[in-house]
């Protein structure tokens, strides 16, 4: 069993809609979760940072959280082609290394 | 602005001809990190430094070796790279002491030719 999974795309989206990726994860005591964004031939950039259950808003990004069903989620609201990219979960399974588990993306098209 | 570097941003080599690919940071971070990403894949960890402690991953093949001589350096060296080396290699740093959060450089594309 992969120990994060996300659904690899691509999810087409019309501009203006909700974008909604998914990630489950398999660690149960996993403490931290993040959110990349990867443009294709860039490297990551960290887009959202999660703790806690329950929704975090940042902008047009929300990331929600439930622990219990070991899954964490990405919303991008009134979606822009520019938001057309590579979304990676990552999670940090509470080992103590300093090191993340990384899935392998969601390829998301904003269609305009 | 604070930030991770590398260099080069390409870089080709010959098939068994060992590279260095170099990576800075100014976030004044305790942990660095070397990844390779391959199309369509998640990053691979190869191994990472807290401070000069070096963790090397179990699956990271001895043609992979890093060094890390101050807090704001840290390099890559593949001693004979193969066709199957070419990858994008990515470096990132994070705070440690419990924050998990981790910031990466460009990348560094390798091509072996």
């Known amino acids: 069993q992969k120990e994060v999974e996300q659904n690899s795309g691509p999810l087409s989206v019309p501009e203006g809609a909700i974008a909604s990726l998914n990630c489950t994860y398999s660690d149960r005591v996993s403490q931290s979760f993040f959110w990349y964004r990867q443009y294709s031939g860039k490297s990551p950039e960290l887009i959202m940072s999660?703790?806690?259950?329950g929704d975090k808003e940042d902008g047009r990004f929300t990331a929600q959280l439930n622990k219990a069903s070991q899954y964490v989620s990405l919303l991008i609201r009134d979606s822009q082609p520019s938001d057309s990219a590579t979304y990676l979960c990552?999670?940090?399974?509470?080992?103590?290394?300093?090191?993340?588990?990384f899935g392998t993306g969601t390829r998301l098209t904003i269609i305009p | 602005d604070a930030m991770v570097i590398q260099n080069p941003r390409y870089q080709v080599t010959q098939f068994g001809k060992p590279v260095t690919l170099s990576c800075s940071q100014t976030l004044n971070h305790n942990v660095m990190y070397w990844y390779q990403q391959k199309s369509s894949q998640a990053p691979k960890l190869l191994f990472h430094y807290y401070d000069k402690d070096f963790n090397n991953e179990a699956d990271t093949p001895d043609n992979f070796q890093s060094r890390r001589p101050n807090t704001s350096f840290c390099f890559l060296d593949i001693r004979s790279p193969g066709l199957g080396d070419a990858a994008m290699y990515l470096c990132?740093?994070?705070?440690?002491?419990?924050?998990?959060?981790?910031?990466f450089g460009p990348g560094t594309r390798l091509t072996v030719t």
């Open positions: 999660i703790y806690s259950n």
């Open positions: 990552a999670v940090e399974p509470n080992f103590g290394n300093e090191k993340l588990t």
């Open positions: 990132a740093t994070s705070k440690g002491q419990g924050v998990y959060e981790q910031y």
